[in-house]
T-cell receptor, first 113, second 111 residues
């Protein structure tokens, strides 16, 4: 069974630009979660999508947004990039609302210069 | 405000030794406590988890000890191996709310 996949693996952007990160969940999973893993800060919850709807968002500014498509894949958009947005962005999926059954992808390394 | 405090930040253990990582929390409504293992270049993977109605859970060489009154839980890795070298995260969850993670412990097991 294929795991959670994320693309691209690495992304380099300039301050002020926009970044788009993509996630494909495990087949049969309808919930997708996004986390930011910045150096020294652990994993910070960003967004949760379930059945196409945004269910919860973490303590991040509105320039972090996303969506979930009918096939349950998801996209994270970060607008007006700042240097401190440089981090590993992790996507996880689970069966519907299965917070205790999350499987993580390998992440997208975003570097803002 | 960090809701789950993890220590130590880094840990070096001899092969065959016991690795111990500790976490403390404040929110008594937390009802699920997982541990994740992350290797470089990979996403975290669920290692073992416990609910507060039990004091200990063991899976192979990995054991979670849970002290509800002290609001602490710990991961013990018995007979630590070089392949266990990774970053370990404790986490906690309340119902259907976002996972709250500790800041991680980088474990190095040396031969």
């Amino acid at each position: 069974e294929a795991g959670v996949t994320q693309s691209p693996t690495h992304l380099i952007k300039t301050r002020g630009q926009q970044a788009t990160l993509r996630c494909s969940p495990i087949s049969g999973h309808t919930s997708v979660y996004w986390y930011q893993q910045a150096l020294g800060l652990g994993l910070q919850f960003l967004l949760w999508y379930d059945e196409g709807e945004e269910r919860n968002r973490g303590n991040f500014p509105p320039r972090f947004s996303g969506r979930q498509f009918p096939n349950y894949s998801s996209e994270l958009n970060v607008n007006a990039l700042e240097l401190e947005d440089s981090a590993l962005y992790l996507c996880a999926s689970s069966p519907s609302q299965g917070w205790d059954e999350q499987y993580f992808g390998p992440g997208t390394r975003l570097t803002v210069t | 405000q960090q809701q789950v405090k993890q220590s130590p930040q880094s840990l070096i253990v001899q092969k065959g030794g016991i690795s111990i990582i500790n976490c403390a929390y404040e929110n008594t409504a937390f009802d699920y406590f997982p541990w994740y293992q992350q290797f470089p270049g990979k996403g975290p993977a669920l290692l073992i988890a416990i609910r507060p109605d039990v004091s200990e859970k063991k899976e192979g060489r990995f054991t979670i000890s849970f002290n509800k009154s002290a609001k602490q839980f710990s991961l013990h890795i018995m007979d630590s191996q070089p392949g266990d070298s990774a970053t370990y995260f404790c986490a906690a969850i309340e119902g259907n709310t976002p996972l709250v993670f500790g800041k991680g412990t980088r474990l190095s097991v040396i031969a």
